[in-house]
T-cell receptor, first 111, second 115 residues
């Protein structure tokens, strides 16, 4: 069962454009993490959001956690080729302990 | 901080042999370690969760006798793929969770090719 629905699955944009990736669920999460993965490497943690309504910024990346703790978004401003990669959202449902459920990922290509 | 290593980074083995992959947390103690499998252009699929000193918990559909997991210390977990077959070829990634944290830190992955 895919708890986290991530969209879009693929995104190809030009340098300088803005984009938003969405991560949605019908389940409530104690926290959500966003990772970026490059080919042949392990995912790298970008941010963890814990509080409903929380907004975190990491340079040109803005992460938001929904008020109900069921969804999250990642917004990239003025994308650069170095932002290319697979973006994964992952969350630990309230009753699952610490095991993370991963979305299917968004493959971003910036040219 | 929060560095996780995996060894080997890639391995080629013959069908029927066993392969062991090590996962180490280098600068923190990992209460829990996780093993994932990833197919090309797909997301991570959780295989099992292991807590130090106890038996691993396997996800549905993952054969525990084929994928042996040992979590002998707070910094080391191993995954042994027994009697490997070509369909076991994949990218295996481990992650480690510090105590009282929801965050997981991932290793660089191991590319297994079974011929």
């Amino acid at each position: 069962t895919q708890l986290l629905e991530q969209s879009p699955q693929f995104l190809s944009i030009q340098e300088g454009e803005n984009l938003t990736v969405y991560c949605n669920s019908s389940s409530v999460f104690s926290s959500l993490q966003w990772y970026r993965q490059e080919p042949g490497e392990g995912p790298v943690l970008l941010v963890t959001v814990v509080t409903g309504g929380e907004v975190k910024k990491l340079k040109r990346l803005t992460f938001q956690f929904g008020d109900a703790r069921k969804d999250s978004s990642l917004h990239i401003t003025a994308a650069q080729p170095g932002d290319t990669g697979l973006y994964l959202c992952a969350g630990a449902p309230w009753d699952s302990g610490y095991a993370l459920n991963f979305g299917k990922g968004t493959s971003l290509l910036v040219t | 901080g929060a560095v996780v290593s995996q060894h080997p980074s890639w391995v080629i083995c013959k069908s029927g042999t066993s392969v062991k992959i090590e996962c180490r947390s280098l600068d923190f103690q990992a209460t829990t370690m996780f093993w994932y499998r990833q197919f090309p252009k797909q997301s991570l699929m959780l295989m099992a969760t292991s807590n130090e000193g106890s038996k691993a918990t396997y996800e549905q559909g993952v054969e525990k006798d084929k994928f042996l997991i040992n979590h002998a210390s707070l910094t080391l977990s191993t995954l042994t793929v027994t009697s490997a077959h070509p369909e076991d070829s994949s990218f295996y990634i481990c992650s480690a969770r510090p105590k009282s944290s929801y965050e997981q830190y991932f290793g660089p992955g191991t590319r297994l090719t079974v011929t």
